[in-house]
């Protein structure tokens, strides 16, 4: 079965305040961006999002993207950049380099391959993921919060499984300081006799929690939603 999915990036100003998405239906997307950057870096992150994001599968993926230069970096001038160690036929240093050296690693085994669409032209999937770039853009231009999408969710698919904890930087332990008792914490878990510590003594706790990739993604995508960052998320929910 092959996947299909447009993804696409903006950015206000290029550079200036930024997002990417990819988009499979109203029921299986994703969307992200930054403060400040530039819209190639927006495209490379949707398709990196998107491989990523479909990496517990074995289906073939077909990614419709409206832009030449994610496709000839990925079809065609990586090999050569990676031969010359990351730089240009002129010598210079690739630009993206990390964000292309994400790519390359998410594409290995994966079985794949592009279609050029043109942007802004009514493609119903490609208009579907710009809109949801944009959105991110102008949320991050207004200093709003950004929708990040249900993300993969499709059905008769099996979860992602849970990943090695020293695979990925998402995965390793996190340790977080409870806040003192004279700050009051956001709302607490749904099961606060997991945190209780009255019998221990006064003071702050450290607390070793290991987050699987796609936990760690929930949380961050719940702390930008909130304009917090995760530790912050984190120590309100402890």
């Not at 230069?69 to 010359?84: D, L, P, Q």
């Not at 340790?175 to 209780?196: S, Y």
Request: hydrophobic share 40%; charged share 25%; with cysteine.
């Amino acid at each position: 079965m092959t996947i299909i999915a447009a993804a696409d990036g903006s950015a206000l100003g290029n550079p200036g305040p930024a997002g990417w998405a990819w988009f499979v239906d109203d029921s299986c997307w994703a969307a992200g961006g930054w403060k400040h950057a530039t819209n190639n870096q927006g495209e490379l992150k949707a398709v990196l999002e998107l491989f990523r994001a479909t990496a517990h599968l074995d289906d073939d993926l077909l990614v419709l993207c409206d832009s030449q230069y994610v496709i000839n970096s990925i079809t065609k001038w990586m090999r050569g950049w990676k031969a010359k160690g990351w730089r240009k036929a002129d010598g210079k240093p690739v630009m993206n380099l990390d964000l292309l050296q994400e790519l390359d690693e998410a594409l290995k085994g994966r079985k794949y391959r592009f279609e050029w669409v043109k942007g802004h032209a009514n493609h119903p999937l490609n208009e579907a993921a710009d809109t949801r770039a944009r959105a991110v853009s102008e949320a991050f231009q207004r200093s709003a919060p950004i929708n990040p999408g249900p993300g993969w969710v499709r059905a008769g698919d099996a979860p992602p499984p849970r990943r090695p904890a020293l695979t990925a930087p998402a995965t390793k332990p996190a340790a977080v300081t409870a806040l003192p008792a004279a700050r009051k914490p956001p709302a607490g878990p749904a099961h606060p006799e997991l945190f209780a510590f009255d019998d221990e003594p006064a003071g702050s706790h450290t607390v070793s929690l290991e987050l699987s990739p796609e936990a760690h993604a929930r949380l961050t995508r719940r702390a930008a939603t909130l304009g917090v960052s995760v530790e912050e998320l984190l120590r309100g929910l402890i």
